[in-house]
C-alpha cells in the first residue's frame, strides 16, 4: 500500500522533499557565493567609516556644547564673531573716511542685530514648545546616519541577490539539472520568492541594528524635533524619530519595490550583465525620462498659466518612478501640509510663500549649522509633490505595492514558459 505524499511535499530520489527545504536550498546558493564574503568585507568597512565619521561629530559637538538648544546658542555665537571680524578686516584693509567708516560699523551692527534676531525667534520657539533642535547631540541624528549608510548599501546587495537568485542557474549553466527535477517550475519559483524575502528580511535586521548602535554608544537627546509653521505663524513639531521611522518605512517599502524589478527582469533576460544593465538603465534613465516629462508637462505650463491635462497628472501618480523608489514625495507633502518651510530646513525643503519660519540656506550655511540626515533623503522629493493631488499615503503603498506584484507575476510567467 503506496502513502500519500502530502500537496506541499515533492518525491525526489525516493526522499520527501518539503516546500521549506528547497526554500532552504535556495538560501544555500545565496549563502555558498563568493559574492557573500565581498558584500560582508565592503558593509563591513562602509559601517566602520560611519560609525567612525559619527564617532567624530558627536564628540565634536559635546565639545562645543551639552544640549541641543546650546548648541545652537554657540553657533549664532561664532557667525556674529565671525561677521565681526570679516567687517572689521574689510574696513582695516581699506582707508574709510570717517563717514564710510560709519557706514560700515552700521552695516555691522545691522547684521549682527539681524542674526541675534533669528536667534531669539528660532530658540524662543523650541523653548516654548519644550523641545530641542535636531543637532549631533540627539540620538536619532545617529540613528538616522547610520541607518542610511548601512541600509543603502545592503539594499543594493538584496536587489543584486534578486537578479543573480534568478539569473545564477542560467550563468552557470545548472538550469538543466533544476528543471529536470520532479519539482513543479511553480514551487521553485515561490521558493525563490521566500528565499529573496528572508534575505531581505535578514538584511533589514542588520541594518536596524544602527538603533542599537546608537543607543548604546551615541546615548543623547531623545525629544529631538523639527519645527514647522502654518499660514498664521503657528508653530508645530515635528519629533525627530516620528519623522524617522516613518522615512525608513517609506524607504523599505521602495526597497521591495527595486528588489522585485531586479527579481522580475532577471527572469526574462537570464543573463546576469543584461538584467544588472536593464534594470539600472531603468532606474535611473526611467527617473531622468520623468524629470524631463515633468518639467516639459507640468512646471513649465504650470509656470506661464497654462492647464495641465488630467491625463499627464494621473500617468505620474500611478507610475512607480514618480516615487523615485520610495514614497518620499507623501512624507514631504504631509510634512509640508501644515503650511511654510521648515524652520530648520537647512535648504532640503521648497520654501513657500507662506511666511512663517522660512530660512534660507544660506543663512543655516553662515551660521555652521546643519540640517538632520534624513532631509537629504527628501530632497528630490519636492518635484513630485505637487502631482499627487488627492492620492493618501496609503494610497501610494497601493500603487507600489500593486506594481510589485504585476512585476512579479511577469516573472512567473517568464520562469514557467522559459525553454531550456
Request: proline share 3%; net charge neutral.
Amino acid at each position: 500500500m503506496e502513502l500519500a505524499v502530502p500537496a506541499h511535499e515533492t518525491v525526489v530520489y525516493g526522499r520527501r522533499v518539503s516546500f521549506w527545504a528547497l526554500v532552504q536550498n535556495e538560501l544555500l546558493k545565496i549563502l555558498r557565493r563568493k559574492e557573500i564574503l565581498w558584500f560582508g568585507l565592503i558593509l563591513l568597512l562602509v559601517f566602520g567609516i560611519s560609525f567612525a565619521w559619527t564617532w567624530h561629530t558627536r564628540s565634536s559637538a559635546r565639545a562645543e556644547a551639552d544640549s541641543g538648544l546650546r548648541y545652537w546658542e554657540v553657533k549664532f555665537e561664532q557667525s556674529i564673531e565671525k561677521t565681526r571680524q570679516e567687517y572689521s578686516r574689510e574696513m582695516g584693509e581699506k582707508d574709510l573716511t570717517p563717514e564710510q567708516k560709519a557706514e560700515a560699523e552700521a552695516a555691522r551692527d545691522a547684521a549682527v542685530a539681524q542674526i541675534r534676531a533669528e536667534k531669539d525667534r528660532m530658540l524662543g520657539a523650541y523653548r516654548e514648545k519644550g523641545v530641542s533642535p535636531a543637532t549631533p547631540l540627539s540620538v536619532w541624528w545617529h540613528v538616522d546616519t547610520l541607518w542610511h549608510a548601512t541600509f543603502g548599501l545592503l539594499a543594493f546587495f538584496v536587489f543584486a541577490e534578486g537578479v543573480m537568485i534568478q539569473t545564477s542557474e542560467f550563468s552557470d549553466g545548472t538550469v538543466r539539472l533544476l528543471f529536470a527535477q520532479p519539482v513543479s517550475r511553480t514551487r521553485i519559483y515561490f521558493a525563490k520568492t521566500i528565499s529573496l524575502l528572508l534575505y531581505l528580511a535578514a538584511a533589514l535586521v542588520l541594518a536596524a541594528l544602527s538603533l542599537l548602535v546608537s543607543f548604546v554608544f551615541f546615548p543623547g537627546e531623545s525629544n529631538a524635533a523639527i519645527l514647522w509653521s502654518d499660514r498664521q505663524g503657528n508653530v508645530h513639531v515635528l519629533p525627530y524619530d516620528r519623522a524617522l521611522f516613518r522615512l525608513m518605512g517609506t524607504e523599505v517599502l521602495g526597497e521591495i519595490f527595486f528588489v522585485f524589478l531586479g527579481f522580475s527582469v532577471g527572469a526574462l533576460l537570464v543573463k546576469t550583465v543584461y538584467a544588472f544593465a536593464f534594470t539600472l538603465l531603468g532606474i535611473f534613465g526611467g527617473k531622468t525620462a520623468q524629470g524631463i516629462l515633468f518639467l516639459t508637462t507640468v512646471l513649465l505650463p504650470g509656470a506661464s498659466g497654462e492647464k495641465v491635462p488630467e491625463i499627464v497628472r494621473w500617468v505620474f501618480r500611478v507610475s512607480p518612478l514618480t516615487y523615485s523608489g520610495n514614497l518620499g514625495p507623501f512624507l514631504f507633502r504631509d510634512l509640508l501640509s501644515a503650511g511654510s518651510s521648515s524652520l530648520f530646513s537647512g535648504g532640503e525643503t521648497v520654501f513657500t510663500s507662506q511666511g512663517g519660519f522660512a530660512v534660507s540656506a544660506g543663512q543655516m550655511s553662515q551660521w555652521g549649522i546643519e540640517s538632520p540626515p534624513f532631509l537629504n533623503s527628501l530632497s528630490d522629493a519636492y518635484l513630485q509633490v505637487q502631482v499627487l493631488g488627492n492620492i493618501s499615503l496609503w494610497g501610494g503603498v497601493g500603487i507600489l505595492l500593486a506594481w510589485t506584484v504585476a512585476l512579479w507575476l511577469l516573472g512567473y510567467i517568464a520562469f514557467v514558459r522559459r525553454e531550456v
